[in-house]
């Protein structure tokens, strides 16, 4: 017993010579498996499109045509003042929602609850027959317009968009507002700064480190659901590819036109981001680093 404890002891002490082992790598059929298939099922997904009756010069001679050209800034204008709208309307409902004013709050509750409620189309339709309701828009003694002439199809998709973009946005930027600490804001008191000026000054520069990312992803996502204007004639990429292939039929070439286009405007929006949230994150790199 004491010599098997021994030799035991000794076995322990000495020391594994690695170099006598073959090294072995682990493989992973299943990886090996499902990658196999999803290749088979993307060359099946090619060869279907390659042959199927889709008529790819039609492809190529749509893709700059003019009418999809104009489409295409009408959708860029569009998401760019929606956004550039739906951020104003969210820094402010941001700050009614955090008031301790009950009637600012509560306005700011219900804005939100109402337009993230509701479907955006449904919204774009009701700014778009905003007439049956309100015939004529106007200040005693300022103006007076009748509401069917200025809802138009720009007009109502401006609003719609916008507002609806607001109330996410609020979200968003009241997310970041909150995620800065509570001892920045008493510091700004504390130095005489109004709440305004240390929210403009102090707290929205460390927000916006937060608000970024989300925000951009909003916008990339509000390029696409301006299609959803079609629905009320405004002349967008989609409403526009429609339109032409209402007329020759060639309805798959012109939706590969319009799906191109955006793939195209999303992959440019999305390396902007990406220099944006480097430059609003460089602070927090540095503290890391």
């Given at each position: 017993m004491q010599n098997s404890r021994t030799a035991a002891s000794e076995l322990k002490n000495t020391p594994v010579d690695l170099s006598e082992y073959q090294y072995v790598p682990q493989r992973y059929y299943g990886r090996i498996v499902a990658s196999i298939v999803i290749l088979v099922l993307l060359a099946l997904l090619i060869n279907a499109f390659a042959h199927g009756k889709i008529e790819w010069r039609f492809v190529g001679q749509f893709f700059t045509a003019k009418a999809i050209l104009t489409g295409l800034g009408n959708t860029i204008?569009?998401?760019?003042?929606?956004?550039?709208?739906?951020?104003?309307?969210?820094?402010?409902?941001?700050?009614?929602?955090?008031?301790?004013?009950?009637?600012?709050?509560?306005?700011?509750?219900?804005?939100?609850?109402?337009?993230?409620?509701t479907p955006l189309i449904l919204q774009l339709l009701l700014w778009f027959n905003l007439a049956l309701i309100f015939p004529t828009i106007s200040i005693p003694g300022l103006f007076s317009f009748q509401t069917v002439d200025i809802m138009s199809p720009f007009t109502a998709a401006l609003l719609g968009l916008s507002i609806n973009q607001g109330a996410y946005t609020s979200e968003v930027v009241r997310a970041g507002l909150i995620s800065v600490d509570q001892g920045q804001y008493e510091a700004a008191k504390s130095i005489g700064m109004t709440r305004i000026h240390a929210l403009r000054r102090i707290i929205l520069p460390q927000a916006m480190r937060v608000i970024i990312p989300p925000i951009g992803n909003e916008f990339i996502s509000m390029v696409k659901t301006t299609s959803l204007a079609s629905m009320i004639q405004y002349s967008e990429l989609l409403y526009n590819a429609q339109t032409i292939y209402f007329a020759n039929a060639r309805v798959?070439?012109?939706?590969?036109?319009?799906?191109?286009?955006?793939?195209?405007?999303?992959?440019?929006?999305?390396?902007?981001?990406?220099?944006?949230e480097r430059y609003f994150g460089r602070g927090t790199r540095r503290r890391n680093s």
């Open positions: 204008v569009m998401s760019i003042l929606a956004m550039a709208l739906g951020v104003i309307f969210g820094v402010l409902i941001a700050v009614m929602r955090m008031s301790s004013n009950p009637v600012l709050s509560g306005v700011a509750i219900g804005y939100t609850w109402i337009f993230r409620g798959m070439e012109l939706l590969f036109v319009a799906g191109i286009w955006y793939l195209a405007v999303v992959t440019l929006l999305s390396i902007g981001q990406n220099r944006l």
